[in-house]
């Protein structure tokens, strides 16, 4: 079954700390994935994707097949990054299967 | 322009009721999709629509569960006879077509069954 794992409920790190918030999946073939965030108080909205190969408010996220990950990284941590962080991927049949997410904390 | 928005924000209904959920996606997108986002999980597919039928539908959990999309903009998702495990934060998504395009959500609309 295609399936996303986020194994981190909270992540908490203090202000220009790096951050990885991991994110593993299961399909068989080549994946199309994708980082959803959830600021407080806000909408869920779509932070990356893999395609693109971009970095956004310095996040970035490299897919890696052999290991079948998908981690997010961000080198220094700022407060405004606290948020509720959603990995998605999508599946066989064209629908967006999101992991369980993953609430980061960043201590000032 | 306006982003998706839900109505209402909260709807609080007794066990056997019948409620609608509402869903006004972007001006010009023509994908709209429902998910469904218990506490501690991720939102969750429910049904998908690609103009005004419903592409996808496989996401629905039972026959209580219906969603509408009449003249391809506004949805509806209907729930007869709500049962407490009912209770989420139903999410409404849009986007210009295709799951590859990014999808913009809604507010979101809390459901609680009493």
């Known amino acids: 079954a295609q399936r996303v794992t986020q194994p981190e409920k ?24 994708f980082w959803y965030v959830q600021y407080s108080r806000q909408r869920l909205q779509l932070l990356l994707r893999h395609i693109s190969r971009e970095s956004i408010k ?30 998605a991927l999508v599946d066989n049949t064209d629908k967006l299967i999101f992991g369980t997410g993953t609430r980061l904390q960043v201590f000032p | ?22 869903c006004d996606p972007i001006s010009g997108h023509t994908a709209l999709y429902w998910y469904r986002q218990s506490l501690g999980q991720g939102p969750e597919f429910l049904i998908y629509f690609q103009g005004t039928g419903a592409a996808d539908d ?21 729930i007869q006879r709500t049962e407490r495990g009912d209770s989420a934060v139903y999410l409404c998504a849009s986007s210009l077509g295709g799951v590859s395009n990014e999808q913009f959500f809604g507010p979101g609309t809390r459901l609680t069954v009493l």
């Open chain 1, 10 to 33: 909270l992540l908490s790190v203090f202000k220009g700390a790096p951050v990885e918030l991991k994110c593993n999946y299961s399909y068989s073939g080549s994946p199309e994935l």
């Open chain 1, 58 to 87: 310095g996040f970035t996220a490299d897919l890696n097949k052999g290991e079948t990950s998908f981690h997010l990284k961000k080198p220094f941590a700022q407060e405004e990054d606290s948020a509720m962080y959603y990995c």
């Open chain 2, 1 to 22: 322009g306006a982003g998706v928005s839900q109505t209402p924000s909260n709807k609080v209904t007794e066990k056997g009721k019948y409620v609608e959920l509402r």
């Open chain 2, 58 to 78: 496989s996401g629905l959990p039972n026959d209580r569960f219906f969603a509408v999309r009449p003249e391809g903009s506004v949805s509806t998702l209907k």
